[in-house]
């Protein structure tokens, strides 16, 4: 196949092409020491992980779609809703109870876009 590697994944994706992309994804073990909320914190590190636990895909030379994921969304959506996010055992990333019952649901709204994670999420995916 000569046609541009690029213009073909564009088209595909826009739909303006039938092809469909070959995805090759084979995990690693991480040789990194960073945990979930290393990666959250430090994009260089999110990067570092990344390419570290997916290897052996970077080495596949076939049709191969370069994907980048962010540890924040775990996280992001319940702290637009007032949850505060802690690190717990282990460096794992969650978020600490907000509400008692389902019933206080009924009064709740949304935080200010810009406070909890929001901001520093939005801040890592544009790095990424």
Known sequence: MDRDLKKIHYDAFQGKDDYIPLTVKVAAPSMTDFTNWDDM???????????????????????????????????????????????????????????KDIYETEAMTVTDLYGGQTERALSHLRHL
């Open 41 to 99: 914190n430090d994009p260089e590190k999110a990067i570092q992980s990344f390419t570290e636990h997916n290897r052996y895909s970077l080495r596949v030379t076939s049709d191969w779609v370069p994907v980048m994921e962010s540890n924040f969304m775990e996280s992001l959506i319940p702290s637009l809703f007032g949850a505060e996010i802690y690190r717990s055992a282990g460096g794992l990333i969650d978020v600490k109870a907000f509400i």
